[in-house]
Protein backbone atom coordinates (compact mmCIF):
# COMPACT_ATOMS: atom_id res chain seq x y z
CA UNK A 1 0.00 0.00 0.00
CA UNK A 2 1.05 3.39 -0.81
CA UNK A 3 -0.53 6.81 0.84
CA UNK A 4 -0.81 10.08 -0.73
CA UNK A 5 1.06 11.67 1.12
CA UNK A 6 4.02 9.15 0.30
CA UNK A 7 3.51 10.04 -3.63
CA UNK A 8 2.85 13.28 -2.57
CA UNK A 9 6.67 13.62 -1.14
CA UNK A 10 8.48 11.39 -3.74
CA UNK A 11 7.06 13.93 -6.47
CA UNK A 12 8.71 16.98 -4.19
CA UNK A 13 11.57 15.35 -5.08
CA UNK A 14 11.36 15.60 -9.25
CA UNK A 15 12.94 19.36 -10.14
CA UNK A 16 12.13 21.40 -13.45
CA UNK A 17 15.62 21.40 -14.79
CA UNK A 18 15.20 24.69 -16.11
CA UNK A 19 13.42 26.44 -13.17
CA UNK A 20 15.22 24.75 -10.46
CA UNK A 21 12.61 24.12 -7.98
CA UNK A 22 9.79 21.16 -7.41
CA UNK A 23 7.19 20.54 -9.79
CA UNK A 24 4.88 20.41 -6.49
CA UNK A 25 5.84 24.00 -5.70
CA UNK A 26 5.55 25.36 -9.34
CA UNK A 27 2.39 23.66 -9.39
CA UNK A 28 3.12 21.98 -11.98
CA UNK A 29 1.24 18.44 -10.89
CA UNK A 30 -2.34 18.50 -12.20
CA UNK A 31 -3.87 15.50 -10.38
CA UNK A 32 -2.59 12.56 -8.09
CA UNK A 33 -4.42 9.68 -7.80
CA UNK A 34 -3.49 6.44 -5.15
CA UNK A 35 -5.68 3.69 -5.31
CA UNK A 36 -3.90 0.77 -3.13
CA UNK A 37 -0.47 0.40 -4.41
CA UNK A 38 -1.02 1.69 -7.72
CA UNK A 39 -0.26 5.60 -8.28
CA UNK A 40 -1.59 7.94 -11.15
CA UNK A 41 -0.45 11.67 -11.90
CA UNK A 42 -1.24 13.93 -14.18
CA UNK A 43 1.32 16.93 -15.29
CA UNK A 44 0.41 20.31 -16.83
CA UNK A 45 2.87 23.29 -18.06
CA UNK A 46 2.87 26.57 -18.56
CA UNK A 47 2.94 26.23 -22.40
CA UNK A 48 1.70 23.69 -24.39
CA UNK A 49 4.92 24.50 -26.34
CA UNK A 50 7.26 24.13 -23.57
CA UNK A 51 10.64 22.26 -25.07
CA UNK A 52 9.46 18.89 -24.76
CA UNK A 53 12.83 17.64 -23.72
CA UNK A 54 12.66 19.75 -20.35
CA UNK A 55 8.86 17.88 -20.25
CA UNK A 56 10.11 14.41 -21.39
CA UNK A 57 12.44 15.01 -17.77
CA UNK A 58 10.34 15.85 -15.74
CA UNK A 59 7.91 13.09 -16.36
CA UNK A 60 9.97 10.66 -16.55
CA UNK A 61 11.44 11.63 -13.17
CA UNK A 62 8.39 11.93 -11.73
CA UNK A 63 7.64 8.10 -13.08
CA UNK A 64 11.17 7.38 -11.45
CA UNK A 65 10.70 8.75 -7.99
CA UNK A 66 7.31 6.40 -7.52
CA UNK A 67 8.16 3.29 -8.50
CA UNK A 68 11.23 3.91 -6.16
CA UNK A 69 8.39 3.58 -2.69
CA UNK A 70 8.54 0.75 -1.34
CA UNK A 71 5.31 -1.21 -2.03
CA UNK A 72 4.27 0.60 -5.00
CA UNK A 73 2.64 -1.15 -7.72
CA UNK A 74 1.61 0.08 -10.83
CA UNK A 75 2.52 3.76 -11.85
CA UNK A 76 0.82 5.66 -14.23
CA UNK A 77 2.51 9.53 -15.15
CA UNK A 78 0.55 10.94 -18.25
CA UNK A 79 1.46 15.03 -19.52
CA UNK A 80 -2.05 16.90 -20.48
CA UNK A 81 -2.05 19.28 -22.52
CA UNK A 82 1.26 19.92 -24.53
CA UNK A 83 1.92 19.16 -28.42
CA UNK A 84 3.70 16.33 -27.34
CA UNK A 85 1.58 14.75 -24.96
CA UNK A 86 0.79 11.51 -26.94
CA UNK A 87 4.50 10.81 -27.94
CA UNK A 88 6.24 11.21 -24.13
CA UNK A 89 2.53 9.30 -22.51
CA UNK A 90 2.99 6.93 -25.21
CA UNK A 91 7.46 6.92 -24.14
CA UNK A 92 6.46 6.76 -20.64
CA UNK A 93 3.71 4.06 -20.70
CA UNK A 94 6.50 1.58 -22.29
CA UNK A 95 9.42 2.65 -20.60
CA UNK A 96 11.19 3.42 -23.73
CA UNK A 97 13.26 6.14 -22.67
CA UNK A 98 14.50 9.34 -23.93
CA UNK A 99 16.15 8.02 -26.98
CA UNK A 100 13.69 5.22 -27.36
CA UNK A 101 10.51 8.27 -27.12
CA UNK A 102 11.91 10.38 -29.69
CA UNK A 103 13.66 8.63 -31.61
CA UNK A 104 16.20 10.50 -33.93
CA UNK A 105 14.99 13.95 -32.67
CA UNK A 106 16.63 13.14 -29.16
CA UNK A 107 19.98 14.69 -30.30
CA UNK A 108 21.27 14.48 -26.81
CA UNK A 109 21.53 12.25 -24.53
CA UNK A 110 18.84 12.68 -21.09
CA UNK A 111 21.87 12.50 -19.05
CA UNK A 112 23.73 15.15 -21.23
CA UNK A 113 20.97 17.44 -20.78
CA UNK A 114 20.40 17.35 -17.15
CA UNK A 115 23.98 17.70 -16.59
CA UNK A 116 24.04 20.88 -18.46
CA UNK A 117 20.87 22.13 -15.88
CA UNK A 118 22.80 20.93 -12.97
CA UNK A 119 25.96 23.02 -13.21
CA UNK A 120 23.44 25.79 -13.91
CA UNK A 121 21.57 25.14 -10.79
CA UNK A 122 25.29 25.34 -8.84
CA UNK A 123 25.89 28.35 -10.28
CA UNK A 124 22.85 30.15 -9.11
CA UNK A 125 23.46 28.25 -5.72
CA UNK A 126 26.65 29.49 -5.47
CA UNK A 127 26.15 33.07 -6.10
CA UNK A 128 23.15 33.56 -4.25
CA UNK A 129 25.67 32.28 -0.75
CA UNK A 130 28.11 34.18 -1.96
CA UNK A 131 26.28 37.43 -2.55
CA UNK A 132 24.46 37.19 0.82
CA UNK A 133 27.71 36.94 2.43
CA UNK A 134 29.07 40.43 0.54
CA UNK A 135 26.02 42.36 1.64
CA UNK A 136 26.62 40.97 5.32
CA UNK A 137 30.31 42.83 4.96
CA UNK A 138 32.63 40.86 3.34
CA UNK A 139 34.94 42.46 1.14
CA UNK A 140 34.89 40.72 -2.63
CA UNK A 141 38.32 40.40 -2.39
CA UNK A 142 38.30 37.61 0.56
CA UNK A 143 35.57 35.78 -1.44
CA UNK A 144 38.64 34.04 -3.10
CA UNK A 145 39.54 32.42 -0.19
CA UNK A 146 35.87 31.63 1.06
CA UNK A 147 35.29 27.78 2.05
CA UNK A 148 32.29 25.52 2.47
CA UNK A 149 33.07 25.72 6.36
CA UNK A 150 32.83 29.87 6.09
CA UNK A 151 29.53 29.76 4.77
CA UNK A 152 26.50 31.09 6.67
CA UNK A 153 24.11 27.91 8.23
CA UNK A 154 20.49 27.96 6.52
CA UNK A 155 18.54 27.32 3.44
CA UNK A 156 20.84 28.78 0.35
CA UNK A 157 23.98 26.87 2.38
CA UNK A 158 22.06 23.81 2.54
CA UNK A 159 20.64 24.18 -1.53
CA UNK A 160 24.30 24.81 -2.76
CA UNK A 161 25.96 21.75 -0.60
CA UNK A 162 23.16 19.59 -2.46
CA UNK A 163 23.46 20.70 -5.51
CA UNK A 164 27.78 20.37 -5.53
CA UNK A 165 27.10 16.63 -4.02
CA UNK A 166 24.81 16.25 -7.57
CA UNK A 167 27.78 17.45 -9.44
CA UNK A 168 30.26 15.34 -7.98
CA UNK A 169 32.35 18.04 -6.20
CA UNK A 170 33.32 18.37 -2.37
CA UNK A 171 30.80 19.52 0.88
CA UNK A 172 34.18 18.87 2.94
CA UNK A 173 34.62 22.10 5.13
CA UNK A 174 37.60 22.92 3.45
CA UNK A 175 36.43 23.13 0.21
CA UNK A 176 36.76 26.23 -2.15
CA UNK A 177 33.25 28.03 -2.37
CA UNK A 178 33.48 29.81 -5.55
CA UNK A 179 34.86 27.11 -7.88
CA UNK A 180 34.00 26.21 -11.66
CA UNK A 181 32.23 23.50 -12.53
CA UNK A 182 34.60 20.76 -12.03
CA UNK A 183 35.16 21.83 -8.67
CA UNK A 184 38.78 24.11 -9.42
CA UNK A 185 39.29 27.26 -7.67
CA UNK A 186 39.54 30.35 -10.16
CA UNK A 187 42.32 32.38 -9.93
CA UNK A 188 41.73 35.55 -7.35
CA UNK A 189 41.82 38.19 -10.92
CA UNK A 190 38.62 36.29 -12.32
CA UNK A 191 36.33 36.52 -9.21
CA UNK A 192 34.13 39.57 -9.85
CA UNK A 193 33.93 38.31 -13.72
CA UNK A 194 33.24 35.38 -12.80
CA UNK A 195 30.66 36.24 -9.98
CA UNK A 196 29.01 38.67 -12.47
CA UNK A 197 28.14 35.26 -14.99
CA UNK A 198 27.29 33.34 -11.85
CA UNK A 199 24.63 36.46 -10.91
CA UNK A 200 23.31 36.73 -14.64
CA UNK A 201 22.64 33.30 -14.77
CA UNK A 202 20.14 33.09 -11.36
CA UNK A 203 18.67 36.22 -12.44
CA UNK A 204 17.93 34.57 -15.31
CA UNK A 205 16.96 31.40 -13.34
CA UNK A 206 14.45 33.33 -10.88
CA UNK A 207 13.37 35.26 -14.09
CA UNK A 208 12.02 32.09 -15.85
CA UNK A 209 10.59 30.70 -12.58
CA UNK A 210 8.75 34.19 -11.86
CA UNK A 211 7.37 34.01 -15.62
CA UNK A 212 6.50 30.15 -15.81
CA UNK A 213 4.18 30.32 -12.72
CA UNK A 214 1.96 33.08 -13.91
CA UNK A 215 1.84 31.99 -17.53
CA UNK A 216 0.53 28.11 -15.56
CA UNK A 217 -1.96 30.86 -13.54
CA UNK A 218 -3.01 32.40 -16.59
CA UNK A 219 -3.55 29.16 -18.40
CA UNK A 220 -5.33 26.98 -15.82
CA UNK A 221 -6.58 29.40 -12.80
CA UNK A 222 -6.96 26.87 -10.72
CA UNK A 223 -2.83 26.26 -10.49
CA UNK A 224 -2.42 29.13 -8.43
CA UNK A 225 -3.78 27.10 -5.03
CA UNK A 226 -0.99 24.23 -5.77
CA UNK A 227 1.87 26.62 -6.44
CA UNK A 228 4.02 27.00 -3.14
CA UNK A 229 5.11 30.54 -2.10
CA UNK A 230 7.88 31.78 -3.53
CA UNK A 231 10.43 31.41 -0.97
CA UNK A 232 13.15 34.05 -0.37
CA UNK A 233 16.31 34.45 -2.72
CA UNK A 234 18.81 36.64 -3.06
CA UNK A 235 18.32 39.36 -5.62
Known sequence: MVTEAQARR?????????????????GFVRSLEVSGSAVTVHLRLPTSFCSPNFAYLMA??????????PGIGEVAVFLDDHHDSDLIN???????????????????????????FRRKAHTAAME??????????????????????DLPPGPATTALLRRREALGLSTEPSAFALVDDDGNRYPREEVPLR???ARSIRISIDGNAHFCRGLLRTRYPESAADQSPVKEKVS
Open 10 to 26: ALDTVIDPELDEPITDL
Open 60 to 69: SDAKDALSAL
Open 90 to 116: RGLAADAGYRGTFGHEAEESLAELRAT
Open 128 to 149: RVLTAMLRAGLPEDELHDVVLG
Open 195 to 197: LQF
